[in-house]
C-alpha cells in the first residue's frame, strides 16, 4: 500500500477518536490541499471585502462566505474513507454512509472508485482515479515485461526499481476488497448499510447562498 501523502489518496493505519472503528484512513492528498488553498483565497477576499468594502459589499462578501466555505470544505476535506474490521464508513461531500463488510457486494475502480452494497452504488470521492497515472504504471507494467520477458528478475528487485506500479486508486481498491473478503464473516460486520445526511454542510451552506440570492435580488 502507499504512503499516506503518495499520489492521489492515502492510508494512516492508526485510528483516530472521530472514527472510533477506523485502523486505515484513505483521503486524496491533492484535493486536501486545494481545499486548504482555496479557502485561503476566500479568506483573504471575502475578509477584504468585509473591511473594506462599502455599501452592502460587506454583507455581500459575508453571505457569499458563508454559502461557499462549507462547499469548499465538503468537497475537498470533508471526503475520507475509513475502513475497519467490521465495516467500511464513506464520507462523502454530503452524506456519510456506513457499509458492514457483509453488505458490501463490490468494489470497483473505473473511471471513478464506486463500492456496491445493498443492491445500490456510493462513489468514493477520497480515492479520485487518475487515469495519467493509470496510464504511466501500465508503460512501466510493459517497460518491464519487455526487459525480462521470461520474469526471471525477483519481485523485490522489480519493485525496487519502481517497475509493475498499479495506479494509487486501484491499489486502494484492491486493499478495500481484501479486507471486504476477510472480515465479512465476522459478527460485527454483518447489517445492512446505513446513510445518513451531512446536514451540518447542507444547512450553512444553504442559509449563505439563500441570503446572497436574497441580497442580489433586492439590489
Keep these: 500500500m502507499t504512503s499516506p501523502h503518495d499520489g492521489a489518496s ?12 477506523a485502523d486505515r484512513v484513505y483521503r486524496s492528498p491533492s484535493g486536501m490541499a486545494a481545499g ?9 477576499l471575502g475578509g477584504d471585502a468585509i473591511v473594506r468594502g462599502d455599501g ?3 454583507w455581500l462578501a459575508l453571505a457569499g462566505l458563508v454559502g461557499a466555505v462549507p462547499l469548499v470544505v465538503a468537497f ?14 464513506v464520507r462523502n461531500p454530503f452524506r456519510t454512509i456506513t457499509l458492514p463488510w457483509a453488505s458490501v457486494a463490490d468494489l470497483r475502480a473505473g473511471y471513478s472508485s464506486e463500492v456496491r452494497a445493498g443492491g445500490a452504488t ?6 479520485p482515479v487518475s487515469l495519467r497515472q493509470r496510464k504511466r504504471a501500465a508503460r512501466q507494467q510493459a ?11 525477483p519481485a523485490t528487485v ?10 494509487v486508486s486501484d491499489q486502494t481498491i484492491d486493499d ?10 465476522r459478527e460485527g460486520a454483518q447489517g445492512e448499510p446505513r446513510v445518513r445526511w451531512a446536514y451540518e454542510v447542507i444547512g450553512p451552506a444553504v442559509a449563505g447562498l439563500a441570503a446572497l440570492a436574497a441580497l442580489l435580488a433586492t439590489r
Design 176 to 185: 478495500l476488497r481484501e479486507l471486504a473478503e476477510r472480515n465479512a464473516a
Design 10 to 21: 492515502g492510508r494512516r493505519p492508526a485510528a483516530t477518536q472521530d472514527d472510533g472503528y
Design 56 to 58: 452592502r459589499t460587506p
Design 122 to 127: 456510493y462513489q468514493l470521492w477520497a480515492v
Design 76 to 89: 475537498t476535506l470533508r471526503p475520507a474513507v475509513y475502513a475497519g474490521a467490521d465495516r467500511l464508513r
Design 36 to 44: 486548504v488553498l482555496l479557502l485561503a483565497l476566500g479568506a483573504w
Design 143 to 153: 517497460r518491464a515485461a519487455a526487459e525480462d520477458p521470461y520474469g526471471r528478475t
Design 158 to 167: 522489480r519493485a525496487g526499481r519502481g517497475e509493475n506500479r498499479r495506479a
